[in-house]
């Protein structure tokens, strides 16, 4: 059983557990990780489906970032949206930035990054998306900030209210036990979009675990789309 599982059956709540949370998840991440699936994700999949959404006249545009550590994931998101959609500010875009590690979900809110952990933002989108603090602290600005909602979230337990045009759980399936893997692949299938996407970390392959994911690969990166709805577990 991995640490996160085993915290989500511990008896008792308050600051041991916050500090133990903190100790055992690994928060490993970095702004643009994995640049042929942001490819994928800024060049084939948004571009679809708030085209899609746009002719509906929904001008709405949910993701999840499901285990989002400090936020360089939703915060490369956020940055990609506001370089892609059009008329942003006519949008309601929102980008749910969950993790179990509450001192993440706090560097999330915060938006305050060094600029080691800025290393995959381009010179350009650093001068665009954050502002300088000094001493080595950079913000990002209001209108990322306004997109990015963080929250606490245990992957082990229910997921937030859908429906999410896409979802990134990337690089944490890979500590859960089969079992959990199942069920969490099972509840992304009733809060995805039914036109929408699951993008996970290059190495975590849902056709392991549920029939229900086929893949919509390009040469370099994969992410995947719902079959059928399932029962729910
Ligand atoms: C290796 S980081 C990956 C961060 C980001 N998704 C990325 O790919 O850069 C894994 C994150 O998953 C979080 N995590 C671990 N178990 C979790 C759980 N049961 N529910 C939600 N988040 C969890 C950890 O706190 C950590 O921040």
């Known amino acids: 059983m991995c640490p ?3 915290l989500a059956r511990l008896e008792f709540d308050g ?14 991440t970095s702004f643009f990780r994995n640049p042929p699936q942001m490819d994928l994700f800024a060049e084939t999949m948004l571009p679809q489906l708030v085209e899609t959404r746009r002719r509906s006249g929904a001008f709405r545009f949910r993701l999840w970032s499901a285990g989002c ?14 370089e892609g959609i059009t008329l942003p500010e006519a949008w309601d875009l929102e980008i749910l930035a969950t993790d179990v590690n509450l001192a993440a979900i706090k560097r999330v809110e915060e938006g305050v990054f060094t600029s080691r952990e800025l290393d995959g933002v381009s010179k350009a989108r650093r001068g665009r998306f954050f502002e300088d603090l000094g001493a080595d602290r950079w913000r990002a600005i209001p209108e990322l900030r306004r997109i990015v909602r ?6 082990s337990g229910p997921p ?13 399936l890979i500590y859960f036990q089969e079992e959990t ?5 099972n509840h992304f299938t009733h809060c995805v979009a039914t036109d929408g996407a699951l993008f996970l970390g290059h190495s975590e392959f849902p056709g392991l675990h549920s029939t229900r994911w086929r893949s919509m690969a390009t040469p370099d ?3 995947y789309r719902v079959t059928q709805p399932t029962e729910r577990s």
């Open 4 to 6: 996160s599982e085993l």
């Open 15 to 28: 600051p041991e557990r916050r500090q133990l949370t903190e100790l055992v998840t690994i928060t490993e």
């Open 69 to 82: 550590s400090i936020g360089a994931e939703p915060y490369s998101l956020a940055m990609i949206l506001l």
């Open 150 to 155: 963080a929250a606490p979230h245990n992957l």
């Open 160 to 172: 937030p209210p859908g429906p999410f045009d896409i979802i990134f759980c990337r690089n944490l």
């Open 181 to 185: 893997v199942r069920t969490i692949l």
């Open 221 to 223: 990166a994969v992410c």
